[in-house]
């Protein structure tokens, strides 16, 4: 088939990479040249496991390419909107990029002749497709949705760090269409691989993939509230989810207690549907409160560092940790990024240090923050360690000998760790 992606971001570049991977002609738009340019030097401009390799591959032999010219969506047969969808301040979401691109690609169907699918891939709260994409299209094409040009929804499930694995081995693919058979060009992008395809309506398909962020983000509030009340009872809360998790009907994933959930995702989505909700006259109690749960692991952990340190002013603070999970180098509301904000506002002097985040952390941190080479140099001459991400390097006990270590991840295993080390798990 021949498709193009519009954005070259994480969904955007990993969608072309791993459809161009399955012999599709794939171009990608983004009116970014330095990202265009990167990528038609086969070079990833994000950081991903395998995309370098995939986009090397693809773009060698000619089947990926990147372009800001919207007008080479003309010569394909597929358009998939992959652009970001990020929080307005007031936690609603802004879909501008996704409006602008509906006007462009619209533009561009009013000079085809042939058939054209367009696919909203990005996040989008639901109603979107219907009150502002296919609205955008039709004016700037002149043509009817369903009629002259096919319209779907196909929402992205893949985790950051391996992203590329859950393209090629998702739990199930979503094809929202209001039209019967317009799902089936969206079912041909996923020839071959083996998955449950799910086809409903537009709008249902969009609230499918706000409901499973918001469920993965409830879970995490919710085993951290049980970390909170089991710290206070002097019990292990990874003990409890070895007993609970067991039980089908609960499952054992993203049951990681700790420091809370952070990333491009879960915090912008769940706050985005607690604003939709309200602009529907419902108040989604739930959802507020786990935001707030999240909110309140941070503060939990520069409680503790108090009790033990007392006043923070003068105080040196090493963090381990500044991406929003390990393998990536995105720091997109990333917990460490508040610690560190507040922990400066309390006078204390900070050392950070991450295997791949650092050159993202400077561009947005206080340039008082002191980045370190290595790990080892972090955790030396500090007052105390917060361990905020749990990359590999951070496991090895012998960096934490005689030191005060505050973990907000499990790294460590506690039982052992406080035998070398003054240990505090953030709610174990
Ligand atoms: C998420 C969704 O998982 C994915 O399906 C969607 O398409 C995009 O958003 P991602 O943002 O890459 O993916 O990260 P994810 O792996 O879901 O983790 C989100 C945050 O939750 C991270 O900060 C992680 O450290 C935290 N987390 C995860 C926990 O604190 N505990 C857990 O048990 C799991």
Not at 61 to 66: D, E, G, K, M
Request: hydrophobic share 40%; glycine share 8%; charged share 25%.
């Amino acid at each position: 088939m021949r498709i193009s992606v519009i954005g070259a971001g994480y969904v955007g570049l990993v969608t072309a990479g791993a459809l161009a991977s399955k012999r599709h002609n794939v171009i990608v738009v983004d009116t970014d040249e330095t990202r265009v340019s990167m990528i038609n030097r086969r070079k990833s401009p994000i950081f991903e496991e395998g995309l370098d390799d995939v986009l090397s591959n693809c773009v060698e032999s000619n089947r990926l390419r990147a372009t800001s010219d919207y007008e080479e969506i003309l010569a394909t047969d597929v358009t998939l909107i992959c652009v970001g969808t990020p929080s307005n301040s007031d936690g609603s979401m802004d879909l501008s990029h996704v409006t602008e691109s509906a006007k462009a690609i619209g533009r561009m169907l009013g000079a085809k002749s042939e058939r054209h699918t367009v696919v909203v891939r990005s996040t989008v709260v639901p109603g979107t497709t219907r009150e502002i994409v296919i609205p955008a299209l039709e004016q700037h094409s002149r043509k009817k949705a369903n009629v002259d040009f096919g319209i779907a929804v196909n929402p992205e499930f893949m985790q950051e760090g391996k992203a590329l694995h859950c393209f090629f081995n998702p739990d199930r693919i979503i094809v929202g269409e209001d039209e019967e058979g317009v799902g089936d060009t969206v079912e041909e992008l996923y020839e071959g691989i083996s998955a449950p395809i799910i086809r409903m309506g537009i709008t249902t398909a969009e609230m499918i993939k706000f409901t499973s962020n918001a469920f993965l983000a409830t879970k995490i509030s919710f085993i951290n509230e049980i970390g909170n009340i089991c710290r206070k009872l002097g019990i292990d809360v990874y003990d409890v989810v070895r007993g609970v998790g067991l039980d089908y009907r609960i499952g054992e994933h993203f049951l990681n207690a700790g420091i809370g959930f952070g990333g491009s995702c879960l915090p912008k989505d769940v706050k985005a549907l607690v604003h939709s909700s309200r602009h529907v006259g419902y108040q989604a109690q739930l959802l507020e409160s786990v935001l707030e749960v999240n909110k309140n692991q941070i503060l939990n952990m520069l409680r503790m560092v108090e009790e033990k340190l007392g006043n923070l002013e003068g105080k040196t603070i090493c963090v381990l940790g500044l991406a929003f999970k390990p393998n990536t180098d995105d720091i997109r509301n990333a917990p460490a990024l508040e610690v560190i904000r507040l922990l400066m506002e309390k006078g204390a002097s900070v050392k950070a240090y991450d295997p791949l985040a650092m050159p993202n952390a400077k561009s947005v941190l206080s340039h008082k923050v002191e980045y370190s080479r290595d790990v080892k140099e972090a955790v030396s001459n500090c007052d105390c360690i917060l361990i905020l991400t749990e990359w590999d390097e951070f496991k090895n006990e012998s960096l934490y000998y005689g030191k005060l270590v505050f973990d907000g991840r499990r790294v460590l295993d506690p039982e052992r760790a406080r035998v070398i080390c003054d240990y505090e798990g953030i709610c174990w």
